[in-house]
């Protein structure tokens, strides 16, 4: 089951990262794809904070981190491991935002760091967790 949830999971980020316009997605219910074969690399190194000013662009990043944040947990229910769910994360994380050079949107490194805050906050979360539940048993 955990195999069909992460699937699903990744599915919805790849569509979110590739449809046209992520508004008209949540908003109208529109996915739409626009091809474009030769992006501009440079595009990548982009590091425009400007755009954070924008709610709708503040929330759609907190949406980054959140969707990270939960491919962590699924990758980490299927693996087994948090360092590698972490690092499968990461490298999806990378993927998609190059993956969005190709379909007119903006892929940057910025997003891949908001991607990442996702990615810390479940291991320290986890971490954090972990440590309180030894704590527990400690005490009893």
């Not at 316009?21 to 982009?46: G, I, K, W």
């Not at 662009?57 to 949406?63: E, M, N």
Request: with cysteine; charged share 20%; aromatic share 16%.
């Amino acid at each position: 089951m955990n195999a069909f949830i992460l699937a699903g999971w990744t599915i919805f980020i790849l569509i979110s990262t590739c449809t046209e316009s992520f508004h008209d997605m949540v908003v109208s219910q529109t996915v739409a794809f626009r091809f474009r074969p030769n992006p501009d690399p440079s595009d990548f190194l982009a590091f425009d904070i400007t755009e954070l000013a924008d709610p709708e662009a503040a929330i759609q990043k907190l949406g980054h981190a959140f969707s990270f944040f939960v491919l962590t947990y699924l990758l980490m229910k299927q693996w087994g491991s948090v360092k590698t769910a972490a690092a499968g994360s990461l490298a999806f994380a990378f993927f998609t935002e190059i993956v969005q050079l190709f379909f007119s949107r903006n892929g940057c490194i910025r997003d891949v760091l908001i991607d990442s805050i996702g990615i810390a906050l479940f291991w320290l979360l986890l971490v954090f967790a972990r440590r309180r539940k030894h704590e527990v048993y400690e005490k009893y």
